[in-house]
Nanobody, 124 residues
Framework: QVQLVESGGGSVQAGGSLRLSCASA????????MAWFRQAPGKEREGVGG???????RYADSVSGRFTISKESAKNTLYLQMTGLTPDDGAVYYC??????????????????WGQGAQVTVSS
């Protein structure tokens, strides 16, 4: 059974940084891709970035250069390091996993497993 648990959300002022963690269980190394999505009130869920089963990263244009995704295989944990945060980055952030090719890493419908979400609030 696959389980994804996010942590590290919180409130920060614009320009600040946060790091989200996604602890996973039940995934198969080299098979499953993992990604981060976010959803703000009244908006659709959007892809932030992810890594495919080989570890190749992909980022949304809106976060490229500010956000970094990394994976610690020994701890089965995916991280999202966020810097230069703006109020537009405020949302519930979700970790997701699935057998997803690199070119679909930003599309939520291709992912089978989801975490419960972590709230990120950015004040101006």
């Amino acid at each position: 059974q696959v389980q994804l648990v996010e942590s590290g959300g919180g409130s920060v002022q614009a320009g600040g940084s946060l790091r989200l963690s996604c602890a996973s269980a039940g995934l198969t190394h080299g098979v499953h891709s993992m990604a981060w999505f976010r959803q703000a009130p009244g908006k659709e869920r959007e892809g932030v970035g992810g890594t495919d089963s080989s570890g190749a990263p992909r980022y949304a244009d809106s976060v490229s250069g500010r956000f970094t995704i990394s994976k610690e295989s020994a701890k089965n944990t995916l991280y999202l390091q966020m810097t230069g945060l703006t109020p537009d980055d405020g949302a519930v952030y979700y970790c997701a996993a699935g057998r997803v090719p690199w070119w679909n890493l930003l599309t939520p419908t291709f992912f089978d497993y989801w975490g419960q979400g972590a709230q990120v609030t950015v004040s101006s």
